[in-house]
Nanobody
């Protein structure tokens, strides 16, 4: 059973930075694409950034130039570096792994990010 554990969330002032981590158990990390999603209160979950096994990345327009997704296959861990945070970035952030072999996907439990002055 694959488990994903996010960490790194917290309270930060506008303009500040946070780095989220997503640690995966098992051996599928290196053969899985990874994505970060977020869900704000009263809103649908939305994709924030994705990274393939080959390292290709994509970002939602709302975070381009501010967020950076990365991965370390040796550590079975993915990251989301968030800079220049805005009030509207407040949400629960989730990581998701999608196996490029089986197509199965897995979600983490989420980590709260609150941007407030």
């Amino acid at each position: 059973q694959v488990q994903l554990v996010e960490s790194g969330g917290g309270l930060v002032q506008p303009g500040g930075s946070l780095r989220l981590s997503c640690a995966a158990s098992g051996s599928i990390f290196s053969v899985s694409a990874m994505a970060w999603y977020r869900q704000a209160p009263g809103k649908q979950r939305e994709v924030v950034a994705t990274i393939t096994t080959s390292g290709s990345t994509s970002y939602a327009d709302s975070v381009k130039g501010r967020f950076t997704i990365s991965r370390d296959n040796a550590k079975n861990t993915g990251y989301l570096q968030m800079n220049s945070l805005k009030l509207e970035d407040t949400a629960v952030y989730y990581c998701r792994l999608i196996s490029e072999i089986s197509g199965r996907y897995y979600w983490g439990q989420g980590t709260q990010v609150t941007v407030s002055s």
